[in-house]
């Protein structure tokens, strides 16, 4: 019998994905995911990025907005399409800034980007100020797929770092600072009736 935490896992993985108002690239995991929100935008996915994150700690792999920014405008983003939420020091903190902005922009969709291993923790953190400030707000899931698990960086290994977010859950749970496995899994069946009309 799979656990509520197993079938979350499964849904993350294989969230649906449409057209939204805005992709929300999570900083962090150095340039590794920077690519993966300018696919989407180029996609059509969304008209805008927002680049969410105002640490800079290179050896943990928080790199600046100024760094990414270069880049992600070289990759064919409008300088006029990037927005930067320079607020947030960690992903709580993104979360509900975020969701703040997305309740004054009046988007109803917005499509989350965070590396392979961190993006269940994101998913959970962002869904409690949506469920809490009472949003439709529609949150879709979109982590990169080209990263590798046993690769070293100078912040650790993707594979091993998986074990500490998991942990992350489940002490930032006990903070009332995410959404439980069952409301997540709750949301993605509302979500999926309003989306795939069922």
């Known amino acids: 019998m799979l656990t509520e935490r197993e079938k979350f896992i499964s849904i993350v993985d294989n969230d649906l994905l449409f057209p939204s108002d805005a992709i ?35 050896q943990y792999g928080s790199f600046p907005f100024s760094d990414i920014k270069g880049k992600i405008i070289e990759s064919g983003v409008n300088e006029s ?10 992903t709580k903190e993104q979360a509900d800034q975020v969701i703040k902005i997305a309740i004054e922009k009046k988007w109803s969709r917005i499509i989350l980007v965070a590396s392979c291993e961190h993006q269940y923790r994101a998913y959970l953190t962002f869904l409690r100020p949506i469920i809490d400030f009472k949003t439709n707000i529609i949150l879709f899931n979109s982590a990169p797929r080209n990263l590798s698990w046993f690769e070293s960086s100078e912040w650790g290994i993707r ?8 942990e992350r859950i489940d002490s930032y749970s006990e903070l009332g600072h995410l959404a439980t496995y069952k409301e997540a899994i709750d949301y993605q069946r509302w979500k999926e009736k309003i989306i795939l009309k069922k």
């Open 24 to 58: 929300i690239l999570l900083e962090g995991d150095g340039f590794n995911r920077f690519s993966h929100a300018v696919d989407l935008y180029k996609n059509g996915f969304a008209p805008l990025i927002l680049f969410s994150g105002a640490i800079v700690n290179y």
């Open 81 to 90: 399409d990037l927005i930067h939420e320079d607020v947030s020091l960690n």
């Open 159 to 166: 594979y091993e770092r998986i074990n500490q977010e998991f």
